[in-house]
């Protein structure tokens, strides 16, 4: 029963992960906007209460709610072949596309290291990746309240796990933050303009904290490599996204979980590839 059981909670929570990618930013908006009138000294804004939970979930066209039975993970947008029930309006693809991306991790993770606390460990650093991963393509925008919680749950889990580990995971962090960082500077220093933004030092330095600092050469590259193909790829399909910003969360988050799930055996193939053993 692990296997289905397993499917069936990566689903639900693929789910709620859709929920927090797309209000979370609004949730963060709208926080931003309150501090500000209040520095500003003006009027508070009477705005309805808007958080993870409330209020229910709506089409985003037509705000009409949608039903319990529309909103099961997958079968919902098949049953309504990705149209809401009241407009018909296209409901995105990124629904079903989550859930099943959690449903997949959720398996993969059973399959290395089953049903163990390191295991569920594993799968919410992998959640987290998905949803900060998304959450930069849409908006991109890699929130504090996720990138920084997830670097602290990694030195928790060397902690935990790998307590020898947690001197390499500390520099790992340090050292993830200070890659990015210093690209940033060079490349703001060379051609006068920002080439990313700080949600990526932190999320390098939350995947050392998990890693180690042994890992972040073959996560920078990974991540660089995948980046790239996928540029030029979608350049050439879309010539109207040519020299517009892309996010680099997507392929650091990508990097992360190949590293996660399968970065012993792919560091040994990389340092037998590189001469180093």
Known sequence: MLWPLAAILGLCLGSFLNVVIVRLPVMLMLGWRAEAREALELPEEASPRFNLLVPR???????????????????????????????????????????????????AVVALY??????????????????????????????????????????????????????????????????????????????GREGMGYGDFKLLAALGAWL???????????????????????????????????PFGPYLAMAGWIALLVGEPLMAFYLRLSGLQ
């Not at 039975?69 to 409901?91: F, M, Q, T, Y």
């Open 114 to 191: 089953g049903a163990t606390w390191q295991g569920l460990f594993l799968y919410t650093a992998c959640l987290a990746l998905l949803a900060l991963a998304v959450i930069d393509l849409r908006t991109q925008l890699l929130p504090d309240i996720a990138t920084l919680p997830l670097l602290w749950a990694g030195l928790l889990y060397q902690l935990l796990f790998q307590p020898l580990m947690l001197h390499d995971a500390v520099i790992g962090a340090m050292a993830g933050y200070l890659a990015l960082w210093s690209v940033y500077w060079l490349f703001k220093l060379v051609t």
């Open 57 to 107: 979930s709506l089409c985003p066209q037509c705000e009409t709610p949608i039903a319990w039975h529309d909103n099961l993970p997958v079968i919902g947008w098949l049953k309504r072949r990705g149209r809401c029930a009241a407009c018909e309006s296209r409901i995105s693809p990124q629904y079903p596309l989550v859930e099943l991306a959690g449903a997949g991790l959720a398996l």
């Open 212 to 246: 180690g600092w042994q890992y972040l050469p073959l996560v920078l590259i990974l991540s660089a490599g995948v980046g790239a193909i996928v540029g030029v790829v979608v350049q050439l399909a879309l010539p109207r996204l040519r020299g517009a910003p892309m």
